[in-house]
Nanobody, 123 residues
């Protein structure tokens, strides 16, 4: 059974930074795509970032390009989302997820999900 546990969320002022972590167990991440998604109240879950197992293929949503970076430490079975220059519209529950195959941003393509971590950006 794969388990993904996110951490690092919290309350931050606009312009601040947070780093989210996603620790995996039950699956060695080194051969899998890892993604980050977010869901704000009343909105659909949306893609944020994804990376291939080597980190050589990275996909970022347009809304976070230049501000967020995704990285992974396969030895630690952990993926990170560094979020800089945060905006109030980044407020959401952030989820990590894993899949096999191509690096894409379609939530339905990911087969395991974490429980999420809340990120709140105040203006």
């Amino acid at each position: 059974q794969v388990q993904l546990v996110e951490s690092g969320g919290g309350l931050v002022q606009a312009g601040g930074s947070l780093r989210l972590s996603c620790a995996a167990s039950g699956r060695t991440l080194s051969r899998y795509v890892m993604g980050w998604f977010r869901q704000a109240p009343g909105k659909e879950r949306e893609f944020v970032a994804a990376a291939s197992w080597s980190g050589g293929s990275i996909l970022l949503a347009d809304s976070v390009k230049g501000r967020f970076t995704i990285s992974r430490d396969n030895a630690k079975n952990t993926v990170y989302l560094q979020m800089n220059s945060l905006k109030p519209e980044d407020t959401a529950v952030y989820y990590c997820a894993t899949k096999v195959g191509l690096v894409i941003g379609t939530p339905g393509a990911y087969d395991y999900w974490g429980q999420g971590t809340q990120v709140t950006v105040s203006s």
